[in-house]
């Protein structure tokens, strides 16, 4: 099943698809029972508040697809928790590989819907595409294990981790340290130190800005549950400019399972229902294609419309908009 949020009318709503153009409107269908938004009836449809024989097709709650218009599907969750680094390719350049996933944190402020404007100033510097596969938590839990990781999903989207070094550039820091170091620098003796000078560097780079900003997490064009992808390991990841298909990559080429992505982060905070995680980037250049590298495309200097399809799940399509 696939669940969306939209406006109809000029008013927010949500429903279920029944096919290509029919969506059946849960608002209509459950009357007065109905949660006020896609993210409460998540959490009742969890806890087990509503009543899963009323959600079959329902023609005097349908509504053609045509009318509305899509927006996140989750409009304010709990937790949108990225994957730093999950892919091969960038394991292969490490100093020092990962044992586990490394996080961050993206605020929902971010979000925007499919065919939403990718905001981006030209004064931003480097701002580029990172599609990712996005989970949804169902089940909530804490210490969860790699065996029942799954069982905690309830379904799966597309969101573009849009992401700008050119920001982050700007809330980098070095400190130089006097002496022969403190206590905190012998906490990064895992780091190559080239020279004595650069042993008492310490860097600091801060990412609120470089992926939080306001429509850096385009996000949908719904939900698939569950139970509709059988392998969220092996999924087919492409990426378009324009109609040009430009990165080509998969799931099985991430560092880390979605199992042990939920089993790790679950050891240090608990995780709720419509929390999302979203779990790397597919960043796979197409041979002969007219960028080489993700960086190359950036959304500050060239614009056009960034398309991130994924096998089972769908496509998500928003127009990238620079701002003078």
Known sequence: MKYSSYKINGSKSYGFWVDDSTIVDLPKLLGSKAPKNLDRFLEDLVDGDIDTSLLTENAEASIASSDVKLLQPIGRPGKIIGVAANNRMIQMLAHRRFDNPAFFFK??????????????????GNTHCEPELAVIIGKPGKNISEAEALSHVFGYSIINDVTSPGLKARDSIELVIPGDGTAYNKLLDWRRNLTDEHDRSIYLTYHALSKGTDTFGPMGPWIVTADEVANPNCLAVNTYDGDTLVFEDSTANLTFSIEHIIAHLSKYMT?????????????????????????????????????????GIGKLSNPIEIRK
């Open 107 to 124: 605020p929902s402020s971010s979000l925007a819907g499919h065919g939403d404007a990718i905001e981006v100033g030209e004064d931003f």
């Open 271 to 311: 995780l709720e229902t419509g929390d999302i995680i979203h779990c790397g980037t597919a960043m796979k250049a197409v041979e002969g294609a007219k960028y080489s590298a993700i960086g190359e495309w950036d959304f500050s200097r060239i614009g056009g419309t960034c398309t991130i399809e994924i096998e």
